[in-house]
């Protein structure tokens, strides 16, 4: 009798479960960049949320390097992925974790831009997955030294102080119980810096100038360059028929990195990006989000940084002056990750140096 109930509970434990994810299955994401009522899967090192048919979403809050934000794109035979990760060992653990929705083999990848956090993972593709991006992402890591340039050189540079400092910080700290966390960060920041110490710089196989469009079986996948921007070579990844876009760091829903941008098209591509008919979009880092409010409130903040930027340059600031003075935080609203007055400095050392290139035109 004990034995019958317990198997009652069982099948009605599995019925109930069974019935609560395909009715979030079934429902429209929440507003507001909220994951409620999403079904989710949780692997060894991402999240994957369920967005559409075929259509999933990864976060992560692994303590090693993971990077922007995946979407993987199941079609009748294969995966669509987008994005490579930001190391190799990352993207390893995404081609595992994906085995929890698909036993389908990953066969394209696509590269958002040219940025480490988004491409490093490329070099665990074999000959059969074919990896595309712009013609700018191709040039940029086919031809430039990006191991020495920007972002990457800085991310690089930066893993031995942030190893010491952890290290010192254990060494301080009295109590066990606070250190373990500590020592975990430690580990992970080790192994990111052996990977990034072994990086095999790997462009795209294939590349595109405006546009490229995939017949995934029945799911139609638009690529599109909509324009310059956050980098000089940004792809949308755009599903028509499920009016899905994936973004990329041209729009976040929290600020982007801003070392490459060119700011004036970064604002004339995210009103072509309004065009297009959608309804959720998924980002390269932050949250998948609905309203394309979001995008003209993201505007908004680079032209109020332009203008509040320049004012400070024409005081005579220096860029590194201007990054601690700038005062944002009237945006904090929409992107609340603005604690107070400044901006990040490479973002506008590069924006002291594109108004020198405009200047000279
Ligand atoms: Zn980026």
């Known amino acids: 009798m004990k034995v019958r109930m317990r198997a009652i509970v069982v099948v009605l434990a599995v019925a109930i479960s069974v019935w609560i994810s395909s009715e979030a299955f079934a429902k429209p994401q929440g507003g507001g960049g909220s994951a409620s009522g999403a079904a989710t899967v949780t692997g060894k090192v991402y999240t994957i949320q369920k967005i559409a048919d075929g259509v999933y979403y990864t976060t992560s809050t692994s303590p090693t390097a993971t990077g922007g934000n995946h979407t993987i794109i199941v079609g009748d035979h294969d995966v669509f ?59 940029f890591i086919a031809d430039l030294d990006v191991i020495h340039l920007e972002p990457f050189k800085t991310a690089l540079a930066n893993m031995p ?16 119980a606070k250190r373990a966390p500590l020592e975990t960060q430690l580990a992970a920041k080790q192994a990111d810096w052996e990977e990034f110490k072994a990086l095999k710089p790997t462009p795209p196989t294939m590349s595109y100038s405006s546009k490229m469009t995939l017949f995934q079986g029945s799911r139609e996948i638009r690529l599109l360059f909509l324009g310059r921007g ?51 979009a998924l980002p390269g880092h932050g949250v998948p989000f ?23 340059r024409k005081q005579g600031l220096s860029a590194e002056e201007t990054a601690q003075k700038v005062d944002m935080t009237s945006h904090k609203g929409d992107f609340p990750q603005i604690q107070g007055p400044g901006a990040e400095v490479r973002g506008i050392r590069r924006m002291y140096q594109w108004m020198d290139e405009r200047a000279k035109k």
């Open 81 to 139: 992925l987008v994005d490579a990760g930001a190391t190799a060992a990352a993207g390893r653990a995404l081609l595992e974790d994906i085995k929890l929705v698909t036993d389908k083999p990953v066969r394209w990848v696509v590269n958002t831009h040219f940025h480490w956090d988004h491409t490093n993972g490329n070099s665990i593709f074999g000959p059969e997955v074919q990896i595309i991006g712009h013609e700018y992402v191709r040039h």
């Open 161 to 176: 102080i942030q190893v010491d400092a952890l290290k010192k910080q254990i060494g301080d700290e009295k109590d066990a």
């Open 230 to 280: 956050h980098t000089q070579g940004d792809t949308f990844v755009y599903l028509p028929k499920e009016k899905i876009v994936c973004t990329g760091d041209m729009m976040e829903t929290q600020l982007a990195y801003m070392g490459d941008a060119m700011f004036d098209e970064w604002i004339t591509t995210l009103d072509a990006v309004k065009e297009l008919d959608f309804g959720t």
């Open 290 to 312: 609905h309203e394309k409010s979001l995008i003209t409130a993201y505007q908004s903040y680079l032209r109020d940084l332009l203008a509040k930027v320049a004012e400070l």
